[in-house]
């Protein structure tokens, strides 16, 4: 079964926003980079046409760009009906959760971070989410970054 926000151990979250003209703090791009690595190599719809594997090294470009479009888009066509706070805005962006909501206010969207969480769930199983540092694919410059338990 798919993860849903209710089962969800913790979220994992972004300090500020990751995108084009953001401010792109490495630690929030290796996340960012890093959810988006795993659920494309688990699904490879979510690898934007044309572009090789995302790298993971905390540096916001083109690719990264190209990537949380795609994941964006794909995520909103997988959730066509989804009432209000089911499909994701697709501005290029992920923002951090405000207000402990997973649904911004503004847009009445879920945020693409909480989507990135449960789609790292479905690729990776819950409880892999209690503790992402064992993943093998976590960077290890995010790690201090990481407060588990």
Same mark, same amino acid.
């Given at each position: 079964?798919?993860? /849903? $926000?209710?089962?969800?151990?913790? $979220?994992?979250?972004?300090?500020?926003?990751?995108?084009?003209?953001?401010?792109?703090?490495?630690?929030?791009?290796?996340?960012?980079? %890093?959810?988006?690595?795993?659920?494309? =190599? @688990?699904?490879?719809?979510?690898?934007?046409?044309?572009?090789?594997? &995302?790298? $993971?090294?905390?540096?916001?470009?083109?690719? /990264?760009?190209?990537? &949380?479009?795609?994941?964006?888009? =794909?995520?909103?066509?997988?959730?066509?009906?989804?009432?209000?706070?089911? /499909?994701?805005?697709?501005?290029?962006?992920? @923002?951090? $959760?405000?207000?402990?909501?997973?649904?911004?206010?503004?847009?009445?969207?879920?945020? /693409? &971070?909480?989507?990135?969480?449960?789609?790292?769930?479905?690729?990776?199983?819950? =409880?892999?989410?209690?503790?992402?540092?064992?993943?093998?694919? %976590?960077?290890?410059?995010?790690?201090?970054? &990481?407060?588990?338990?």
């Amino acid at each position: 079964l798919a993860p /849903t $926000i209710q089962a969800l151990p913790l $979220i994992y979250s972004v300090d500020s926003p990751v995108g084009q003209n953001h401010t792109n703090k490495r630690d929030d791009v290796l996340l960012v980079q %890093f959810f988006l690595k795993v659920i494309s =190599e @688990h699904d490879r719809l979510y690898m934007p046409p044309g572009q090789s594997p &995302i790298q $993971i090294d905390g540096i916001h470009g083109p690719q /990264t760009s190209a990537y &949380i479009r795609q994941y964006q888009l =794909e995520n909103s066509r997988r959730n066509p009906g989804a009432k209000a706070g089911g /499909t994701l805005k697709q501005d290029g962006i992920v @923002h951090p $959760i405000q207000a402990g909501s997973p649904v911004s206010p503004v847009s009445s969207t879920l945020y /693409t &971070i909480v989507a990135l969480n449960l789609s790292y769930g479905r690729a990776r199983g819950t =409880e892999m989410l209690r503790d992402i540092t064992k993943d093998p694919l %976590f960077p290890a410059g995010l790690r201090p970054s &990481i407060a588990v338990g």
